[in-house]
């Protein structure tokens, strides 16, 4: 990847699939039994998700910010905003936006203020918690639109 993300610095090439290193790691893991840490740069489960506000916002407005390559460049799946404690209101209305969900400006603040609470006592939230809150907001009605 070093080649490719610095060519400039580095003008070589190599056949290496690229984007099937995530691919090739998850099955290095199975044969061999031990598992992928998850920070490890590139093949971690964690190597291109984010989950501080500040970092979301900048992934969402110019994903070059933060990352010198793509997470489907490497076979990782693209969009990995982690919901927590620590997450901004552009990163759940994108969730939701990602789940189908319209928010109206007040359902926003409501959903937001959920996901902070509940990011204080879990490490992050998924997709059912937040359709969850979207639900308890709204009253009980369906959390899609």
Avoid: W
Wanted: net charge positive.
């Amino acid at each position: 990847m070093a080649f490719r993300v610095r060519n400039d610095r580095l003008p070589y090439h190599t056949d290496i699939r690229s984007d099937l290193l995530f691919e090739t790691s998850q099955l290095l893991s199975r044969v061999t039994d031990e598992p992928v840490q998850s920070n490890k740069a590139i093949v971690g489960r964690n190597a291109f998700a984010h989950e501080a506000g500040i970092h979301q916002d900048g992934m969402l407005k110019d994903a070059r910010t933060y990352e010198i390559m793509r997470p489907q460049d490497v076979g990782q799946k693209p969009d990995q905003l982690v919901l927590g404690r620590h997450s901004g209101r552009h990163a759940v209305q994108k969730r939701c936006d990602m789940l189908g969900i319209q928010l109206s400006k007040d359902e926003l603040v409501k959903v937001y203020q959920s996901v902070i609470t509940m990011g204080e006592h879990r490490k992050s939230i998924g997709d059912g918690d937040l359709k969850r809150m979207v639900d308890r907001v709204r009253g009980g009605q369906t959390a899609a639109v």
